[in-house]
C-alpha cells in the first residue's frame, strides 16, 4: 500500500553510493514501500561511473566509503573506480535494487504539491519529457555539477598545440604515450593522476600554485587482513571499520588541536620518503593541516615517481600557455604535449534540479539544514551531502536509516507530508558549514543551504558526533511537522479532515 495516490512511495535521484545505499536501507526497512531510482547516465556509480580518468581511485580508506550493512571485504586501502562499480552492482543485485533503476533517465524538475502531496517531477529520457510523481524525493544526485568543471581560462589557451583535458571528461582516446604531460593542481585528483601517467608518459609535471599536505598510506589494508585471519568475518570487517573510523576521526581532530605538531609530523615523513629530492617550496603549504582536506596515496606512489625522474612537481602562478608548454610568471617554461586541468569542481544543489514548492522556486540558500538531512520548509525531501574529513558514506548510512524511520513514522500518523520548521521568532546564527577553505568550497558555496551553529539546523562534518545525535534524537522532536495533503491547519494535531 502506497502512502499516497503518487506513483511511487520514494523517487530516488542518482544511482551512486548515495541513491544505492538509501534503496538498500528501503528494501530492509520499509519493504512495503514502493519506489524508483531515476540515474540519468546508463550505468550506475555516479561519481565512479563519471570519472575515468588513469588511475581514478577513492581518496578516503574503504572502510567508511562502504556501507555499514556490507563491509568492504577487498584487499585494497584505497579502491580503483571499477572495484567501487563492482561493488555497487553487487550490493545492487544482492538487495533487489537493480529492476528499479531507470537509467537514461534525467530529471529536470520537481514541484512538491502540498494539496496532493506528491512531487511532481518532470524527466527526460528517450521518449522525451514526461512527469513522473512520487511522495517523498531522495536527492543523491550530488553536490557539483556532472556537466561543467570548474577549468579556469588561462591567457595563451588557444596558442597551445596540443590537447587541454579535464579529467572530469576524460577522452577515451587520449593517447599521453612518451609524451610530456603537464597537469595543473595539487589537489585528490592530481596526486592520483599524476603518478598513473608518469608510467606510461615521457614526463609528467605538476604545476601548483600552492603545495598540499600529502601522507602516504599502505596499499593494502593490512588491519583488514589481520583480522579476517583471527576473526570471523563478518566480526573483522565491522571491527575493522570501526577502528579506521576512530584512528580517522583521531587524526583529524589532533589536526585542528595541534596543528603545528601533525605539521612536523607530515614534513619529516615526506623528508624521508623525498630524501634529497625534497624541496621544502613544493611540500610546504602555507595553510594548516585539514584547513584543506588531506590527501593520501597508497605506498608512496607520487613520491617514488619524483624519485625516480618521471614527475616533477612545479610550484608558482602560470603567467600563461605557450604552443609547446606553460610559463611561469618568473619565467620558468614547463614543456608540454598535453596539458591536464586538475583544478576542481563546481558545487550545485542536486543535479541543478530546478525544485519549487506549491509553484514558487526554492532557493538553496535562503533554507538551512535540519539533522544533516532535509531542508527548513521543504517536505518530503532529503540531500544527502558528503563529509568534508572521512568517507562520504559513513554520513549516507546515517541519512538512509533516518529517512527509513521517517517513513515508518508518517505512516505511523497516518501522514503523507513532513517538513521541519524553524519555530516562530527564532534566530539562527549562520554558521560556515564547510569545514575545509577549497576552492571549490569559497568559488561555490552559497548554491547549498545554510547552516546555523547548532544542532539540528548545523550541517555537521563530525561522524562520531552526528551518529550519536541522529540515533538518540526523536524523529517527532517538534520541529518536525506532519501533516496530511490538503490539510488547511499548521500543525499534524490541529488539523481539520484533508480536503477531497
Known amino acids: 500500500m502506497t502512502l499516497t495516490a503518487c506513483d511511487h512511495d520514494m523517487l530516488i535521484v542518482g544511482a551512486g553510493i548515495s541513491g544505492i545505499g538509501m534503496a538498500a536501507h528501503l528494501s530492509m526497512k520499509c519493504p512495503d514501500r514502493s519506489y524508483a531510482i531515476v540515474e540519468r547516465r546508463d550505468n550506475l556509480g555516479g561519481t565512479w561511473d563519471l570519472f575515468r580518468y588513469p588511475g581514478i581511485r577513492s581518496d578516503s580508506d574503504m572502510h567508511s566509503l562502504s556501507y555499514e550493512f556490507e563491509p568492504w571485504t577487498g584487499r585494497e586501502t584505497l579502491a580503483g573506480g571499477d572495484r567501487i562499480r563492482e561493488y555497487l552492482a553487487n550490493v545492487a543485485g544482492k538487495y533487489g535494487l537493480a529492476d528499479n533503476i531507470r537509467y537514461g533517465t534525467k530529471v529536470v524538475s520537481a514541484d512538491f504539491s502540498t494539496r496532493h502531496g506528491c512531487w511532481n517531477v518532470t524527466v527526460e529520457d528517450d521518449r522525451g519529457r514526461h512527469e513522473l510523481t512520487a511522495n517523498f524525493l531522495y536527492l543523491a544526485a550530488g553536490y557539483y555539477d556532472y556537466d561543467n568543471p570548474y577549468s579556469p581560462a588561462f591567457a595563451g589557451e588557444d596558442e597551445f598545440a596540443g590537447p587541454v583535458v579535464h579529467p572530469q571528461h576524460w577522452p577515451e582516446d587520449l593517447d599521453y604515450k612518451r609524451k610530456q604531460v603537464a597537469v595543473i593542481g595539487s589537489g585528490a585528483t592530481a596526486i592520483t593522476v599524476v603518478p598513473n601517467m608518469a608510467r606510461d608518459a615521457a614526463k609528467v609535471t ?16 593490512r588491519i583488514g587482513q589481520f583480522l579476517r585471519k583471527i576473526l570471523p568475518l563478518r566480526t573483522a570487517t565491522r571491527l575493522a571499520r570501526a577502528m579506521r573510523v576512530r584512528l580517522g576521526d583521531k587524526m583529524y581532530k589532533t589536526a585542528r588541536t595541534k596543528p603545528d605538531m601533525v605539521r612536523e ?79 576542481g569542481l563546481q558545487l550545485t544543489m542536486g543535479g541543478k534540479i530546478a525544485l519549487s514548492l506549491d509553484g514558487q522556486a526554492i532557493v538553496a540558500n535562503e533554507h538551512f539544514y535540519y539533522k544533516n538531512a532535509m531542508l527548513s520548509g521543504v517536505p518530503n525531501l532529503v540531500h544527502p551531502v558528503p563529509y568534508t574529513n572521512t568517507g562520504s558514506t559513513l554520513r549516507y548510512d546515517l541519512l538512509s536509516d533516518f529517512t527509513c524511520r521517517l517513513l515508518n ?92
Not at 605538476?206 to 589494508?221: A, C, K, L
Not at 610550484?315 to 608540454?336: C, E, L, N, S
Open 206 to 221: 605538476m604545476v601548483q600554485r600552492t603545495p598540499t599536505y600529502i601522507r602516504s598510506i599502505p596499499g593494502e589494508d
Open 265 to 343: 609530523r607530515i614534513d619529516n615523513d615526506t623528508r624521508k620518503h623525498l630524501g634529497a629530492h625534497y624541496r621544502a617550496e613544493n611540500h610546504t603549504p602555507p595553510y594548516q593541516p585539514w584547513d584543506q582536506r588531506m590527501c593520501f596515496v597508497p605506498d608512496a606512489d607520487l613520491f617514488e615517481a619524483i624519485k625516480d625522474g618521471s614527475v616533477e612537481i612545479v610550484t608558482g602562478h602560470i603567467d600563461r600557455f605557450v604552443a609547446d608548454g606553460i610559463v611561469m610568471t618568473d619565467g620558468r617554461k614547463v614543456p608540454a604535449d598535453i596539458i591536464v586541468k586538475a583544478t
Open 409 to 500: 513514522a508518517m505512516r505511523a500518523k497516518d501522514a503523507d507530508i513532513a517538513v521541519p520548521v524553524i519555530p516562530e521568532g527564532t534566530v539562527l546564527v549562520e554558521h560556515d558549514s564547510f569545514t575545509v577553505d577549497a576552492g571549490y568550497v569559497k568559488r561555490s558555496g552559497a548554491a547549498l543551504p545554510k547552516s546555523a551553529e547548532a544542532d539540528p539546523w548545523r550541517l555537521n562534518h563530525d561522524y562520531l558526533h552526528d551518529r550519536q545525535y541522529m540515533a538518540e534524537s526523536p524523529i517527532d522532536d517538534g520541529l518536525l511537522q506532519f501533516r496530511r495533503s490538503g490539510a488547511n491547519s499548521r500543525a499534524f494535531d490541529e488539523q481539520l479532515e484533508a480536503a477531497e
